[in-house]
């Protein structure tokens, strides 16, 4: 009998008990920061943000895809709510709803006053949100800096104004089945295109097929093409923000995906953020890029804890870049002007990031959100199982949606858009020849990039 996971499958029972083992660990870990000196509280002054007389909040954010994600999430909240008496409402919504919701938020001036969600979507709506460079500045000074990524995607392209308050990454590396990869000839993936070519081929003639996700899906979809692309040195726009995907970089992957889908289990052109999660659990699937969630699922259920102990997390390869071109789905908070509570919702978001929240919420997701503020380096998260600790620098990534150009609307829209997943989707599909896929992307890249 398969197992099938679904999101509502990946819940308490088993992933509780490691939360509950993180848990165990925070006092150490809280004292820990503190002989590192990573918690600057004497040195660094709040933002003052008087809370509005009859301040409530209502927050949108993203559905958990490990359970005490959203458990200590709430119980964070209602801490807010006893010390401050702002009553705080949370609704999670599905990965592929919150940009929809959030372009009606923004567009009719109406709806949550804060909503987290992914990456650049702050970037499409700056003219909607309020300056959150005061909250930002003083996390940041009293945890150690914000990482790479965090901080570009957290300011206005080109200022050092921030319009988005990242709390998190969900990085995406190679998850595979060791004695599959053994079987096959070799010890772990290779790093190179062709090394990675070839092992999926031989995984597939093994009756072990790979697979990728090549549907409009916001994380796995996003996170392969993107990947595919940069590694061979290709971009949707160069620095300038200029359309640059049509280009013989992005030609040679689009005809290197042609080889390597022949390889992939059977539907990936239609997977969402959830497919390969299920395939992986019931072993039609033995290569794939997730995050974390699948292996504490599988680890913390007895009927998949073997495929849990034969899993191995790995850096997806390098191709013919000198680092992995991987980015991080990125949980990005952001307040809209039509807020009547703004200082609230400022102060909401700052103690959430603070150290007595914010770690324990790290700590319980297990490493599926990886955290965007050095001092969290030394939470307990990642301290224990090394196939957890893979996902630590997620946010140290120099890459992120758009690269090489500059997060603005226009970078968002081609994401939500799928300009990039769309165009490898019609190459691997057989619908459009490599040249046909870029040309057709470059044309609807131009109508967003207006060039």
Same mark, same amino acid.
């Given at each position: 009998m398969?197992?099938i996971?679904?999101r509502r499958?990946?819940?308490?029972?088993?992933v509780? @008990?490691a939360? +509950?083992?993180?848990?165990?660990m925070?006092a150490?870990?809280?004292?820990a920061?503190?002989q590192?000196?990573?918690?600057? @509280?004497?040195?660094v002054t709040?933002?003052n943000?008087p809370?509005e007389s009859?301040a409530?909040l209502r927050?949108l954010r993203? !559905?958990?895809?490990v359970q005490p994600?959203e458990?200590?999430?709430? @119980?964070?909240a209602?801490k807010?709510?006893?010390k401050?008496?702002v009553?705080?409402?949370v609704d999670?919504?599905?990965w592929e709803d919150i940009?929809q919701q959030?372009a009606v938020?923004?567009n009719?001036?109406?709806?949550?006053d804060?909503?987290?969600?992914f990456?650049d979507?702050?970037h499409i709506?700056t003219?909607?949100?309020i300056?959150?460079?005061? !909250?930002?500045d003083y996390?940041?000074?009293r945890?150690g800096?914000w990482?790479a990524?965090?901080?570009?995607y957290?300011?206005?392209?080109?200022t050092?104004?921030w319009?988005?308050?990242?709390?998190?990454?969900?990085?995406?590396?190679?998850v595979y089945?060791?004695?599959a990869?053994?079987a096959a000839g070799?010890?772990?993936?290779?790093d190179?295109h062709?090394?990675?070519?070839?092992l999926?081929k031989?995984?597939?003639?093994a009756g072990?097929?790979?697979?990728?996700?090549?549907?409009?899906a !916001?994380?796995d979809?996003?996170?392969f093409?993107?990947?595919l692309i940069?590694?061979f040195?290709?971009y949707? !726009?160069d620095e300038?923000g200029?359309v640059?995907?049509?280009?013989k970089e992005?030609i /040679?992957?689009?005809?290197y995906?042609?080889?390597?889908?022949?390889?992939?289990?059977?539907?990936t052109?239609?997977w969402n953020d959830?497919?390969?999660?299920?395939?992986?659990?019931s072993?039609?699937?033995?290569?794939?890029?997730?995050g974390v969630?699948?292996?504490?699922?599988l680890k913390? /259920?007895p009927?998949? +804890?073997?495929?849990?102990e /034969?899993?191995?997390?790995?850096l997806?390869p390098?191709?013919?870049?000198s680092l992995? +071109?991987m980015?991080?789905l990125?949980?990005n908070a952001?307040v &809209? *002007?039509?807020?009547?509570?703004?200082n609230?919702?400022k102060? &909401?978001?700052q103690f959430?990031?603070e150290?007595?929240?914010?770690?324990p919420?790290?700590n319980?997701?297990?490493?599926?959100w990886?955290?965007p503020? +050095?001092?969290? /380096?030394?939470?307990?998260v990642?301290?224990?199982?090394?196939r957890?600790s893979i &996902?630590?620098?997620?946010?140290?990534?120099?890459?992120w949606?758009g690269?090489?150009?500059?997060?603005?609307?226009?970078?968002?829209?081609?994401?939500?858009?799928?300009?990039?997943v769309?165009m490898?989707a019609?190459?691997?599909s057989?619908?459009?020849?490599?040249?046909?896929?870029?040309?057709e992307?470059? *044309?609807?890249?131009?109508?967003?990039?207006?060039?």
């Amino acid at each position: 009998m398969t197992n099938i996971i679904t999101r509502r499958s990946i819940t308490r029972r088993g992933v509780l @008990a490691a939360g +509950a083992g993180l848990a165990a660990m925070s006092a150490g870990a809280h004292k820990a920061f503190a002989q590192a000196g990573r918690v600057q @509280a004497a040195n660094v002054t709040p933002p003052n943000l008087p809370i509005e007389s009859g301040a409530t909040l209502r927050m949108l954010r993203p !559905v958990r895809f490990v359970q005490p994600d959203e458990d200590v999430f709430r @119980a964070n909240a209602a801490k807010f709510t006893a010390k401050t008496g702002v009553p705080v409402r949370v609704d999670f919504v599905g990965w592929e709803d919150i940009n929809q919701q959030t372009a009606v938020t923004a567009n009719t001036g109406a709806g949550p006053d804060l909503i987290m969600g992914f990456s650049d979507a702050p970037h499409i709506f700056t003219s909607k949100l309020i300056d959150l460079t005061d !909250v930002a500045d003083y996390v940041g000074k009293r945890y150690g800096g914000w990482l790479a990524m965090a901080e570009k995607y957290g300011k206005r392209s080109g200022t050092n104004n921030w319009i988005g308050l990242p709390f998190g990454a969900s990085g995406g590396p190679l998850v595979y089945r060791k004695s599959a990869v053994n079987a096959a000839g070799f010890q772990s993936v290779p790093d190179d295109h062709a090394g990675f070519l070839d092992l999926c081929k031989k995984l597939k003639a093994a009756g072990k097929p790979s697979g990728f996700a090549l549907g409009n899906a !916001v994380g796995d979809g996003n996170s392969f093409c993107n990947w595919l692309i940069w590694s061979f040195g290709g971009y949707l !726009v160069d620095e300038a923000g200029k359309v640059a995907i049509n280009s013989k970089e992005t030609i /040679d992957a689009l005809n290197y995906l042609k080889e390597l889908h022949a390889s992939f289990i059977p539907g990936t052109t239609a997977w969402n953020d959830i497919s390969n999660n299920r395939a992986y659990a019931s072993q039609e699937l033995w290569l794939t890029q997730n995050g974390v969630s699948l292996y504490f699922a599988l680890k913390n /259920d007895p009927a998949t +804890a073997a495929i849990a102990e /034969d899993t191995q997390h790995q850096l997806m390869p390098k191709g013919r870049l000198s680092l992995p +071109a991987m980015t991080g789905l990125t949980l990005n908070a952001m307040v &809209f *002007r039509h807020s009547k509570f703004p200082n609230a919702s400022k102060a &909401f978001l700052q103690f959430m990031l603070e150290h007595e929240q914010h770690e324990p919420w790290l700590n319980a997701n297990l490493g599926y959100w990886a955290h965007p503020l +050095a001092a969290y /380096d030394a939470a307990a998260v990642w301290q224990g199982d090394p196939r957890v600790s893979i &996902f630590k620098d997620t946010m140290r990534s120099p890459f992120w949606n758009g690269y090489k150009g500059p997060i603005t609307e226009a970078s968002g829209q081609a994401n939500a858009e799928y300009v990039t997943v769309q165009m490898c989707a019609a190459v691997a599909s057989g619908q459009s020849t490599a040249q046909e896929a870029a040309q057709e992307a470059e *044309r609807r890249a131009r109508r967003i990039f207006r060039s």
